[in-house]
């Protein structure tokens, strides 16, 4: 698989703008995509091939912190929540990879220190997250899914931030309530209070979220049978988002769901993975628009380095 990794990285690098941005319509979340899959391969401003580039794209995300009071997002609309959560993700890894690199970035520890904050200021009152962030609500899981992940990083990173114990204790609780309320199932419902039944593009983010936060859900087996029943046979370009969700539950469960999920989506992925490195456009949530290949092809590549960029929860 490294070698799809390495293809994967190299088409990445291809699309980066001159001012160290990727994409056209969410550059600072497409930026963070990319430099999410570096690191998922250990690659760091030190590193031969793409040294040049990753410190292209932090310097990049610095850059809209710095101008926008340590907000990261392309435009302050509903999808800043987005955005900025991606990126702190982001450049949460990245400081943890770097700083012991020959000349580490200085600047990502104090625009962390001012970015990490608005994501736990950001929580609602129910312990999810929200378009646009905001106190008042519940959470939507897919937003909540990328700002988990932006704290889970930002602890990682050794550095401190007031409030993460809290914010992490009241995103345990939100999961436990996004959890189907007839338990029979497995699925995780993207709004708690809309009514509506789980789906299964959302059950991998809860199971993932909740490992992540050291809280692994009640419904984690359940869950991971169902998605596995489903098993992609052939590459869906527009299922990359809950595909990515589904490889990070799955390895971090190990054991008999990793071995039969493993058994099949790598394959179906090595096919799909098209000549110059990339793999087909995905439509997103219908929001990636233009940068659709790049969506896809990040995620795709996230999915494929889970071997050597998580360890399993165990461990």
């Known amino acids: 698989m490294d070698r799809s990794v390495l293809h ?57 912190a710095a101008q926008n009071k340590g907000y990261m997002a392309t435009t302050r609309d509903r999808n800043l929540s987005y955005e900025h959560g991606i990126a702190v993700y982001a450049l949460s890894e990245a400081y943890s990879l770097n700083k012991n690199a020959r000349a580490p970035l200085k600047r990502i520890s104090p625009t962390l220190k001012v970015a990490v904050p608005i994501v736990l200021e950001g929580q609602t009152n129910g312990g999810g997250w929200l378009y646009s962030y905001g106190a008042n609500g519940t959470g939507d899981l897919s937003v909540s899914g990328w700002n988990i992940q932006a704290l889970k990083a930002a602890e990682l990173t050794g550095l401190k931030f007031s409030g993460l114990a809290r914010g992490k204790a009241k995103a345990i609780r939100y999961l436990e309530a996004a959890e189907d309320p007839n338990g029979t199932d497995g699925f995780y419902r993207y709004r708690v209070t809309d009514g509506h039944k789980g789906k299964l593009s959302l059950t991998g983010v809860g199971v ?50 990793w071995r039969d999920y493993n058994s099949t989506y790598q394959q179906v992925m090595a096919k799909a993975q098209e000549k110059n490195g990339s ?28 071997y050597y960029r998580y360890l399993p929860s165990s461990k």
């Not at 990445?12 to 979340?29: C, D, E, L, R, Y």
């Not at 899959?37 to 793409?50: I, K, L, M, N």
């Open 8 to 64: 994967a990285l190299r088409w990445i690098k291809t699309q980066q703008h001159p001012n160290g941005s990727f994409g056209n319509k969410f550059p600072v979340a497409m930026t963070s995509f990319a430099l999410l899959a570096y690191c998922g391969h250990c690659e760091t401003v030190d590193s031969p091939e793409f040294g040049k580039s990753v410190k292209a794209a932090i310097e990049y995300l610095l850059a809209v």
């Open 279 to 306: 793999w087909p456009a995905s439509k997103g949530h219908g929001q990636v628009g233009q940068d659709g290949k790049l969506y896809s092809t990040c995620l795709c590549t996230l999915m494929l380095e889970v």
């Open 208 to 257: 993932y979220s909740a490992r992540m936060l050291n809280s692994p859900s009640r419904l984690e087996n359940k869950a991971l049978d169902l998605i596995i029943s489903k098993n992609p046979k052939n590459f869906n370009p527009d299922k990359a988002y809950s595909w990515y969700y589904h490889s990070l539950a799955a390895f971090q469960k190990q054991g008999k769901h």
